[in-house]
């Protein structure tokens, strides 16, 4: 089985174009990012709190996909924006059906 890893690079502008509370992000796609492409949500939020993270699929599809931090989502993480690792595996419900982890700033699978 050969190993991919992508680097986590955090997107200069909103990956999300709209705030989505519920699972329609699957269907949406950024082609015109780079895969592996992250960004923290919200970074506008009064009390500069990091509450999740979208990411541009790392295989190349485009798809968009957030996960929640705790204790608003199930997802944890080591707080650390430059190299995030993320404590649970990441996946895609739909499309491509990736799945991964983000370790230490970098996409694997
Ligand atoms: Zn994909």
Same mark, same amino acid.
């Given at each position: ?6 680097l986590?690079?955090?997107?200069p ?41 979208? *990411?541009?699929c790392?295989?190349?599809?485009? /798809? ?8 608003? @989502?199930? $997802?944890? +993480? ?6 995030p690792?993320? *404590? ?6 739909? /499309? ?8 230490n @700033?970098? $996409?694997? +699978?």
């Amino acid at each position: 089985m050969i190993r991919h890893t992508t680097l986590a690079v955090v997107s200069p502008e909103p990956i999300m174009r709209r705030r989505i509370a519920t699972f329609d992000h699957d269907l949406m796609f950024r082609r015109d990012l780079n895969a592996g492409n992250i960004r923290f949500v919200p970074l506008d939020d009064p009390v500069n709190e990091i509450r999740g993270m979208t *990411y541009v699929c790392p295989c190349g599809c485009g /798809g968009v996909s957030h996960v929640i931090f705790k204790p608003y @989502g199930d $997802f944890s +993480w080591n707080c650390n924006v430059n190299k995030p690792t993320i *404590y649970q595996i990441l996946y895609r419900y739909v /499309g491509c059906k990736w799945i991964g982890e983000l370790i230490n @700033g970098e $996409f694997i +699978w």
